[in-house]
């Protein structure tokens, strides 16, 4: 398994749950890859405001200086600066919030990176039924994911808990909506945090869901670095080794009680997994 930590260049979530941010973009990108470097992690999960700015920022070059790879692209801005969802009760906004995301698929695609859907999937409610907003869930992952397929990515959908969506909260339920619906261009964004608000058992959850996981937030039950919490690493690292996950361990956490404190507690727990669940030999 592979180690990368978060890097936020929206000003509108600087109280996210972020490892590094900065006064700008441009700082923001600067100081993660670096400390990223310093500290050994793999890679940079990198949250921009739109596909413009990723383009824009020399993502490349910073990558290379520091030798980092990029993990995957969050496209969670569409809906904080712009309320975009795929599941908008409005047909234009969907066609919005679905370019939005061709579009950071286009250029994380350049990097080897997946986009991850997130908050833009949106929810039920007003005049949007469960069963509508499924519908809408359906068709845009359809669509995105045969988008990604043909940049040679997966796309990553991320179930959430029951304070910021009312459409598919647990892992489990996401897999088998996207089994069931015939979507096999997309896997699981399984986030820790999430999965200790609504599975009895996250370990037993991830094995479950075999190789639908497609990346993992590694974030403990109070959603800091993980060894912050509650949350019992060794049963998780047991249940991705056994269903053979070799993606990225990425911190998507609170910079509690800083950035540096918080990165650097993540990857000592990511190095502590091989003592208390060692790799198979077999």
Known sequence: MNSAVTVCLVNEARQGPFVFHGN??????????????ELGFDAVEVFPTG???????????????H?????AVGSGAGWVRHKLSLTHGDARIRTEARDFIELLINIA?????PVIIGSMQGRHEGDVS?????????????????????????????????????????????????????????????DLFHMNIEEADPAAALVACGDLVGHVHWADSNRR?????????????????H???????????????????????????IRALDTIAPRSTS
């Not at 700008?24 to 470097?37: I, K, N, Y």
């Not at 596909?51 to 200086?65: N, P």
């Not at 030798?67 to 993990?71: D, E, F, I």
């Open 51 to 65: 596909a413009e700015q990723l383009a824009d920022c020399d993502l490349a070059g910073r990558l290379a200086d």
């Open 130 to 190: 469960r069963a509508d907003a499924v519908e809408h869930l359906a068709a845009s992952l359809h669509h995105l994911g045969r988008h990604a397929a043909g940049r040679g990515q997966t796309l990553l959908y991320e179930p959430l808990n029951r304070y910021e969506t009312n459409l598919f909260t647990q892992v489990g339920e996401a897999a088998s909506f996207l089994r069931g619906r015939g979507i096999h261009t997309v896997k699981l964004l399984c």
């Open 67 to 71: 030798g980092l790879r990029l993990a």
């Open 243 to 269: 269903i053979g996950y070799a993606g990225y361990l990425s911190a998507e956490v609170f910079p509690f009680p800083d950035a540096d404190t918080a990165a650097r507690m993540t990857i000592d727990s």
């Open 109 to 113: 695609a350049d990097h080897g990176a």
């Open 24 to 37: 700008s973009p441009a700082e923001a990108l600067h100081v993660g890859c670096r400390r990223a470097a």
């Open 225 to 241: 670095a993980m060894g912050s919490g509650h949350t019992a690493a060794a049963p998780i690292a047991v249940a991705l080794r």
